[in-house]
Structure formats: structure tokens, C-alpha cells
């Protein structure tokens, strides 16, 4: 079973900005990609962006220029910097696994911004 850690999120004001990460209990490069999602309350679960394994990315058109997905392989990490943040970025933000189409999640990492 792949374990996913998150962490990074926080309070942060309208322009501020945060990076997460997301540590895997595998090796990262044997993942087929790796995705952020977030989920403001009360609305469905979005996808943010994804990594490749051959480092391929793309985002949401809301996050397009602010957000961008990255990784280390040495560390079996993923992460997503956050920058210009605005007020309806605020979610809760998952990481999520996909190896050969079995899918695996973070717990989810709360990230807010003030206005």
C-alpha cells in the first residue's frame, strides 16, 4: 500500500504564497504520474496539476502561470508552489498516486487564504 505524506498548507494572505509537499513511501519515479487535487467545502474534488513519470506536467486553467508541479527524486517527493495566491484557492489540498491506474491519497493538507 503507498503511503502519501502531505504538508506545506497553512494561512496565507491574497498574494502570498505556500509550497507543499508530498512524500511517497515508494520509489517516485516508479509512479505512471502524481497529481495535487484540492476541495473547497462543499464542492466536488478538482484537479490542480500532474506530473508525469517522464515529467510531463499540466494544470488547471485557474492555476495556469501561478502554480507549478515539480519533484526530487532523491527524496520521493512531490511538491506545488503556490504563488499570487487569491481567496478561492483556499481547500483542502490531496496528493494523489498513479501507478499503472491504482490510485492512492494523501491525507490532505488545509490551505487558506485571507483576503
Known amino acids: 500500500q503507498v503511503q502519501l505524506v502531505e504538508s506545506g498548507g497553512g494561512l496565507v494572505q491574497a498574494g502570498g504564497s505556500l509550497r507543499l509537499s508530498c512524500v511517497t513511501s515508494?520509489?517516485?519515479?516508479?509512479?505512471?504520474?502524481m497529481a495535487w487535487y484540492r476541495q473547497a467545502a462543499g464542492e466536488q474534488r478538482d484537479l490542480v496539476a500532474f506530473i508525469t513519470g517522464l515529467g510531463g506536467t499540466n494544470y488547471a486553467d485557474s492555476v495556469k502561470g501561478r502554480f507549478t508541479i515539480s519533484r526530487d527524486n532523491a527524496k520521493n517527493t512531490v511538491y506545488l508552489q503556490m504563488n499570487s495566491l487569491k481567496p478561492e484557492d483556499t481547500a483542502v489540498y490531496y496528493c494523489?498516486?498513479?501507478?499503472?491506474?491504482?490510485?492512492?491519497w494523501g491525507q490532505g493538507t488545509q490551505v487558506t487564504v485571507s483576503s
Open positions: 494523489r498516486s498513479n501507478y499503472k491506474a491504482t490510485y492512492n
Open positions: 515508494n520509489r517516485i519515479t516508479s509512479f505512471t504520474s
